[in-house]
């Protein structure tokens, strides 16, 4: 039977005698390595759907023929003492890597210089009999079952295996001394209530496997049974701490280090668990354990070098403290009835009043011819005093809301297994409600009283602040399709999103790094306004910190931007709505109205855009951070459009306008 001739469409109809057929030719030949890629083929060949069929159709087959699949079951265990076991069960799934940079770099430089290949190395000999770089996918689409079905078909079972061989045993014996260390970090103990205790569970753990070891070898004494449990006990205990210390960085912070750590912690502990667990035949789960380390030795290595899965499985938790703090200063930016929705455009108004001010103050900085370098200074103080103002006097900016209600709407998303997607509906409409007066208030705000500010300007000096050329180059680079406004909102969306991410990120960090405590006790800043002003200031920090850093990086973002495109000869520069409508306002005062209909209404058209595209950018990437962060799936997400797609079609003027009956 040829294999072209093998019905691949209907995996009940699918006949595997022709991959087994080639496999017994292989055995034959004495070419063991070539029978099981021939046999192999059962799951890398045919659609994927399929695959979990034609696995079953094996099974069935080899149960039907024992004296074909108990001398297969026999080579494949003679291969497995052959080949070197002990670098996959050690160095897969990133266990033995030093930590999150390290292995970063080790895969990029992978992707350039393959490391080389020990033929007896079974990472090695696997990926020879599944090359495809999807096999893995394959192999998780089949669940236990059917692989502990092939398993015992082959003849592979808790009571035919060898017992704890020296490669597991020393296996588990570099892994126990990788947990230990890890443990034992001083970034990870001091997160425990009572760390470095005699009884701490990180340092038992390199004893009770040492005595489960011995017990296997001959060389200590007690039941292998009751040295088995009390092993896993010592594990379940140090899996507790480590789920101990991720559970409390929401109140304490994190870092990347701690984060890698307690990621790799988890992973090194399940790892032991499992290869103490296979080193068990009397319990039964000797093959489920044999599967489940198949499974993750194989997925490791397809996904060896890629970097976004490396990147997500460890800044999970830090970009998740990242977006809890700065959910934190979203709620602020979330209006709820009318009362507050008025009072939000007050603040809005405030807001571009001040935007109005400094952005005639960028165009006096401008005139002063100064060196670009000291320009791009000048023009980043300008911007980040602007922020940092707004942000003291309570007044709201349009732009920055965006970063911070996107990580708001996450928060409220809640744990997966609490989630009500339905139930975001109120909040999102508030989002957008919130964020459309801020835009007009900022709009009806910085347009007049920029050109007010000119105008007195001009009337109390004798003279506009630039000339008409200046004025007609500021409403040509706001228009929207002869210069690249899109584009320059797009990067200063892009520098917002930036600029709450770095907010919360310092917020977290003041936690993690106990700079309240630290701040309210140091020794001159004590002794120079004493305890009580000393704790002011701490408190003050830990409430402010983190949003007037980010303020101040948005400042010299947007300031520096087009001057450093000019340094490099790059068509660089930023649009930022408010400023932008200043610049409109300002621009009409010094032409005196002289400007063509045909020009008003595009550049009219080209501030709005830049307000658009200012919101989808920053909110689009912090929600996606926010999501990503939390772990929201795709179907979720459509789920979430649909309510609010139907809560638009039902009530419009809710998204812009608070209904009477409002509720907080």
């Not at 101990?244 to 990621?263: E, P």
């Not at 999970?316 to 959910?327: G, S, T």
């Not at 100064?370 to 942000?391: D, K, Q, T």
């Amino acid at each position: 039977m040829s294999r072209s001739s093998v019905p691949l469409t209907n995996p009940s109809a699918y006949d595997p005698k022709a991959y087994v057929a080639d496999a017994q030719v292989a055995l034959s030949e004495g070419d063991v390595l070539r029978a099981f890629e021939r046999l192999a083929g059962v799951v890398r060949e045919g659609p994927p759907e399929e695959t979990r069929g034609r696995l079953a159709a094996l099974c069935a087959f080899l149960e039907q023929e024992p004296h074909v699949a108990l001398p297969l079951g026999e080579a494949l265990c003679g291969l497995l003492e052959a080949w070197r076991v002990g670098p996959a069960l050690l160095e897969s799934s990133n266990l033995a890597t030093a930590g999150f940079w390290s292995e970063l770099g080790a895969r990029v430089v992978r992707r350039f210089l393959p490391e080389l290949q020990e033929p007896d190395d079974l990472r090695v000999v696997l990926r020879q009999v599944f090359p495809s770089r999807d096999d893995h996918l394959r192999i998780n689409r089949v669940p236990d079952e059917c692989w502990i079905r092939l398993l015992t078909a082959l003849g592979i079972t808790g009571g035919t295996a060898h017992p704890l061989d020296q490669e597991v045993a020393i296996a588990i014996r570099t892994l126990t001394s990788y947990a230990a260390s890890l443990g034992l970090r001083p970034e990870f103990t001091h997160r425990q209530p009572a760390h470095l205790e005699p009884d701490a569970p990180f340092l038992l753990l390199p004893n009770q496997i040492l005595q489960f070891i011995q017990s296997h070898t001959g060389d200590g004494e007690g039941d292998q049974e009751e040295v088995l449990q009390g092993a896993l006990r010592t594990i379940g205990l140090c899996r507790a701490e480590v789920e101990y210390v991720r559970a409390t960085m929401s109140k304490l912070g994190t870092s990347l280090t701690l984060t890698s750590i307690t990621f790799r912690l988890l992973r090194i502990l399940d790892r032991l668990e499992v290869l103490l667990q296979f080193t068990d035949r009397t319990s039964g789960c000797f093959q489920a354990c044999a599967v489940r380390l198949f499974r993750e030795i194989m997925t490791a290595e397809k996904t060896h070098n890629h970097l976004i899965p490396h990147i997500r499985a460890h800044v999970d938790l830090l970009a998740y403290q990242v977006v809890e703090h700065a959910a934190r200063k979203g709620g602020k930016y979330i209006t709820a009835g009318r009362r507050d929705y008025a009072r939000f455009f007050v603040a809005s108004l405030g807001g571009g009043a001040i935007v109005a001010i400094f952005s005639f103050l960028k165009i006096v900085l401008g005139k002063m011819g100064a060196p670009l370098g000291v320009e791009a200074l000048l023009y980043g103080l300008n911007y980040s005093a602007c922020f940092v103002l707004i942000y003291l006097t309570g007044g709201a900016l349009a732009t920055k809301q965006p970063a911070m209600t996107a990580n708001t709407i996450a928060q409220a998303l809640g744990k997966r297994q609490d989630r009500h997607l339905e139930q975001l509906e109120e909040l999102v409409v508030r989002v957008w409600r919130s964020q459309f007066v801020s835009f007009a208030g900022n709009l009806l705000m910085a347009l007049p009283m920029a050109f007010a500010i000119s105008e007195v300007f001009f009337r109390s000096r004798g003279a506009t602040v630039m000339n008409p050329a200046y004025a007609n180059a500021m409403l040509i680079n706001l228009h929207p399709w002869q210069s690249g406004t899109i584009i320059f909102a797009a990067i200063a969306g892009v520098f917002l999103f930036l600029s709450g991410l770095i907010s919360g990120w310092v917020d977290n960090r003041y936690i993690y790094a106990h700079f309240p405590q630290r701040v309210a006790q140091q020794r001159t800043l004590v002794r120079m306004i004493g305890a009580a002003r000393a704790q002011a200031v701490a408190d003050f920090l830990h409430r402010n910190l983190g949003v007037l850093v980010g303020n101040v990086f948005l400042g010299f973002a947007l300031g520096s931007t087009g001057t450093i495109g000019k340094i490099f000869g790059l068509p660089l520069d930023i649009r930022h709505i408010a400023f932008a409508s200043a610049e409109f306002g300002t621009a009409l005062e010094i032409l005196h109205f002289r400007v063509a209909l045909s020009v008003v209404w595009p550049v009219a058209l080209g501030v709005t855009l830049i307000g658009l595209v200012n919101f989808l950018v920053s909110f689009g990437l912090s929600l996606a951070t926010a999501l990503e962060s939390r772990q929201i799936t795709w179907g979720e997400i459509r789920v979430l459009s649909g309510h609010l797609a139907r809560s638009f079609l039902r009530q419009p003027l809710d998204w812009f306008f608070p209904p009477k009956e409002a509720s907080p």
